[in-house]
């Protein structure tokens, strides 16, 4: 036996995953719900307590972690126009598994110079024109951020003909020169920046926060959490030289403050008569919904979708769920139980909401447009249709009693056929919530990783939309 | 291929125009003479122009429109350059910009009274056009 054991430091739950290489078996897991303002070594503890009362005391040949804890890594975006290098930027980050907290264009305002230094983000990532393109605006923020009192590492990835202006006047700040996010008009290049924020991560905010009692692991806190769950993720679907992947897939991540989108998926137009507009889009494309959650942003959903919507999908009263809004907002570690139906029936609403409502936001769009020429469609984002695998993860719907129908919100849906969604897909369950886990370990073993996945990630069978019109 | 003449140029079909080939000719046709051009490809809005000349910092912004709607297409363009700290950037505009058989020195003034540097017919060469590019943005 080789036994090795993976962390998730999470903001609600910490996670243990012990897992023997030799077999390539998952041995046990255990979870222990900790408070965001709690040390985070705390959680471990107790986690560990129940790990060991179910699988006893083993001497792990390492331990690998990665962490949401604390805020999970905060960062600031500034770029110059919203649609092109803020949102190359923001797309960069959200890849590298940062939460955002602020994206900023065009040039800072005091006010927004007030914000920073109220509250400085781990990282800050400064980026702004294409390069030879613009390169006023970027140099003003650079000077407008060293007049600041907070320090932080910035992150310098605009313009090249403005970058060593920027890093010469930033020179009090720790900084990271990368080539442009944006280098020309609607292309992308955002690997380098994560590979920083990566490598910052590792060297500057695992010792910054307050992670004092499992400071014995600080070696092994190798990423943001949703870094984790993306190369996971892209493991799963790409595989390795020795070992196939599943192929492209769409993942949703139900947890109790966010729901993530993930898709791990060209999404090229499937039709020449179809325009292709806006930026270039990340082959493995996270997308974050801030205000969507199972429990810390449960009002989230109902703001999205109205009590009287709600009510309706759960077979329960507006009072009923406002009455159980009001419950999980109290005990965010409640876990609805079967004695409960009507408690676990709106969990199983508040779920399918939140699937329905990330991977729309994620998905790609089709627009119809009249041309001289005939109808013309204009695709923005990806288009997930052809996509074949649909992936359910995240503490609070993994134990649902009905996962599949939670997880099919995921699919193309006649209400809103210009959202291009998949049309039909298995549906897999994370139902032991190993993919964080195996992000980590990927990083090692990732032949032992994504066979370990392919075992314990169930398939619940395929899903098709119902009354899908397709011109076939 | 000329040497780089350090100008940057912003091109694209205007509108629900998806005439896709005059666009790549005069893109080759720009690079070649020396330009470094950003080109938006068809059914192009007026923001995606403006975003795309404000990142790339452009020197000039050259719409075409083949289909006969230029003129509403065109509506407002100058005032929404302006308005997003684009003033005095140069504007052309050619191709088929209005429907039916119009004399085009009023279709000409009336582009030019919408604020396009440069009014060009149907039919005219990449050549002409590169020649009054030289001229307004002051190379050789």
Request: charged share 25%; glycine share 10%; aromatic share 6%.
């Amino acid at each position: 036996m080789r036994p090795v054991l993976l962390i998730d430091f999470g903001s609600t739950f910490t996670k243990v995953t012990a897992v023997d290489l030799d077999e390539e078996v998952l041995l046990g897991h255990a979870s222990a719900f900790t408070t965001v303002d709690h040390d985070i070594g705390d959680g471990l503890s107790l986690a560990m307590n129940d790990l060991e009362k179910e699988i006893g005391v083993l001497q792990y040949d390492y331990r690998l972690a990665c962490s949401s804890a604390a805020g999970g890594l905060r960062m600031i975006v500034s770029g110059l126009m919203p649609e092109l290098t803020a949102e190359a930027g923001r797309l960069a980050a959200l890849g590298a598994g940062a939460k955002i907290t602020r994206v900023f264009t065009h040039r800072l305002s005091r006010q927004d110079l007030a914000h920073i230094e109220a509250n400085p983000p781990d990282i800050f990532l400064l980026a702004g024109g294409t390069d030879g393109g613009n390169r006023a605006v970027i140099t003003d923020n650079a000077e407008a951020l060293a007049r600041l009192d907070a320090r932080f590492p910035i992150i310098i990835a605009g313009n090249r003909d403005a970058v060593d202006d920027c890093e010469d006047i930033l020179s009090d700040f720790e900084t990271t020169v990368c080539p442009n996010v944006m280098p020309r008009f609607n292309k992308l290049n955002i690997d380098p920046v994560q590979k920083a924020i990566r490598s910052l991560f590792l060297t500057h905010i695992i010792r910054a926060r307050g992670m004092t009692k499992a400071s014995s692991l600080l070696s092994g806190i190798l990423m943001p959490t949703p870094s984790a769950v993306l190369s996971a993720m892209v493991l799963l679907a790409k595989g390795t030289k020795r070992e196939a992947g599943i192929g492209e897939l769409f993942a949703i991540d139900v947890g109790g403050a966010t729901t993530d989108a993930y898709s791990i998926a060209e999404g090229h137009p499937t039709d020449v008569s179809v325009v292709l507009k806006g930026l270039e889009e990340p082959y493995a494309k996270r997308t974050v919904e801030g205000d969507i959650g199972m429990r810390y942003s449960a009002t989230g959903i109902n703001d999205v979708i109205g009590t009287a919507r709600l009510a309706e999908m759960s077979d329960t009263t507006e009072e009923d769920v406002q009455h159980y809004l009001t419950a999980i907002s109290k005990n965010k570690a409640y876990v609805p139980t079967i004695d409960d139906p009507r408690s676990s029936s709106l969990d199983r609403v508040l779920a399918s909401s939140a699937v329905g409502i990330a991977s729309t936001r994620h998905a790609g769009t089709l627009e119809e447009a009249y041309t001289t020429s005939g109808i013309v469609y204009v695709q923005t984002g990806k288009d997930l249709r052809g996509v074949r695998h649909i992936l359910l993860t995240g503490g609070s719907v993994i134990h649902a009693s009905d996962p599949r129908s939670i997880a099919e919100h995921a699919l193309f849906s006649e209400d809103n056929p210009f959202s291009l969604r998949p049309i039909e897909a298995e549906i897999w369950l994370d139902k032991r919530y190993i993919l964080a886990a195996m992000g980590v370990l990927a990083e090692r073993e990732s032949d032992i990783a994504l066979r370990l996945m392919k075992k314990e990630l169930i398939s619940l069978g395929m899903s098709t939309a119902s009354h899908v019109y397709t011109k076939e | 291929m000329q040497e780089s003449n350090g100008k940057k140029l912003v091109i694209g079909v205007i509108g629900a125009d998806v005439h896709a080939v005059g666009i790549r000719i005069l893109d080759f046709a720009f690079t070649e003479a020396g330009f470094d051009v950003t080109n938006l490809g068809v059914m192009v809005s007026q923001e995606e122009y403006i975003g795309a000349a404000i990142e790339t910092q452009a020197d000039a912004i050259i719409v075409s429109s083949l289909y006969g709607h230029g003129e509403l297409d065109c509506r407002g363009f100058r005032d929404k350059c302006d308005e997003a700290g684009l003033e005095g950037i140069l504007l052309y505009v050619g191709g088929n910009i209005v429907v039916g058989k119009q004399d085009f020195s009023e279709v000409e003034k009336r582009f030019h009274a919408m604020g396009f540097d440069r009014v060009f017919p149907p039919g005219t060469p990449p050549k002409t056009t590169i020649n009054w590019l030289k001229k307004d943005l002051g190379v050789e």
